[in-house]
């Protein structure tokens, strides 16, 4: 147990409804724990259970056997204890926040009106969807077909660090709904608040077993996890990299996969568009100190407007306060942790030696020190420069120009990634032509980061494989069956 930001964490695992330490006798976990430090400040939190193969073997266990049970379990009480949970997130929305803010360095303002609550809402949506998920029967010769959506079985779910709770309940939600028992192996840099959950679950009454955390290192815990014959479904969220690796790890069973990835998505500014709304939307990316999946880092704007836009942006830019996320009026925090500024710091100078030119930021935040960096625009990067390309994660932008329609599909396309897009233009006919042709699985028109579960949720080419969200978060956790009965009376 660790008390962080005044509340009480359980640190151990949580595997067939008890917090327990790491088994160990596992050469992939050679420590029982590891240290869980704030962005904040850098200082340790907690020492946190370091799970190896013997972890996530019991946990996959735990799960198998919760499995028949919570699989028979009906929708309605399936539904009920899903809302039950989201109370008891809603009952601790300040507590919550205050231990994610601590733990990630992300805005305990977001974390307040924002996160929390959409952690909430995650669990309420996937209840009610699981009550009006259905297709119409249909008739093939006077033969019935009935399509229903069977539980698959264990899930793992492996989650990132950005946006931790929120990213872990868009995925347990929907598994639990489907009537599959989940093991979740959050990021390393964020545990807490998976633990946090886990009591939250327990106190709504989810049987033991449906619901297990396994804590510790990607390679060493997650590894096991994702080659696990028992493991029926995994849902990844994380960068390219790993999910090759997860990939890998699944291929020998065929274990179906869904993959959220990395983003380089476009901001498109038509010399049409509301300069006023373009230039807050493109501030808005440095959100979460950049550490967000759909950002927006490539500014895109039409020559004809592009002193102004730049004028104006940098003028706004230099009203961001940055500082202390716990405090109220602060707007954006730290790095997550120092190798991930170090990393972020690594693009920036290679993109300064390379020629791009940094019109605000391109370093460590001097005044403050620790892990805040601060906001970068860079332009003049010269043509297929890393930093137009790779996704950096960190609050660096670039901005580049172009004078046609076609140009600026191009440029937007150009990518190896295909997450999100975001126009700002005031002409409906361009919108509808632009997005037509535009490789991305979101499209933000005017707007940015408003959000419907019920819309199909993931990236084209290397952005990731499949989709989640409403229907499409059923089809991927849920066995789809057919049944075709023939006329009873002949
Ligand atoms: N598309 C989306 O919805 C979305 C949302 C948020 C973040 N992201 C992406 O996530 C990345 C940042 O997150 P990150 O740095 O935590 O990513 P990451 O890939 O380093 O880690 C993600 C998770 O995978 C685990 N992991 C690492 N190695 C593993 C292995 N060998 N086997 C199993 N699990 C392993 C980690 O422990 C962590 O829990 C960025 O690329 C970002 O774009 C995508
Ligand atoms: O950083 C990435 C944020 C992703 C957002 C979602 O997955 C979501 O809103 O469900």
Known sequence: MATVAGVAVETGHWIGGERVASAGGSASAPQPTFTDVSPIDERPLAEIARGGARDAEAAVEAARRAFPAWARTGREERARLLHAIADGVEKRIEELAQVETADNGALIRSHRRGVMPRVA?????????????????????????????DPAGVCALITPWNAPLMLATWKIAPALAAGNTVVLKPAEWTPLTASLLAGITAEAGLPDGVFNVVQGYGAEVGGPLTAHPDVKRISFTGSVPTARIIAASAAPNLTPLSLELGGKSPLIVFADADLDLAVDLAVEQYDNAGQVCLAATRLLVESSIADEFTRRFVEKAGRIKQGDPREETTDIGPQIHRRHLERVDGFVQRAKAAGARALIGGGPNDELGGLYYRPTLF???????????????????TLQTFDTEDQAVAMANGTRFGLAATLATGDPERARRVTGQLVAGTVWVNCFFVRDLQAPFGGARQSGVGREGGDWSFDFYCDLKNTVTAPWAR
């Not at 998920?133 to 229903?148: A, K």
């Not at 043509?383 to 960190?394: D, H, M, Q, W, Y």
């Open 379 to 397: 332009t003049d990067a010269p043509e297929n420069a890393e930093i137009l390309t790779e996704e950096v994660f960190g609050p660096v932008l």
């Open 121 to 149: 809402h995650n669990f309420r949506f996937f209840a009610d969807w699981l009550l009006k998920l259905g297709h119409q029967d249909f008739e093939t010769r006077g033969h019935t077909n009935h399509v229903s959506w």
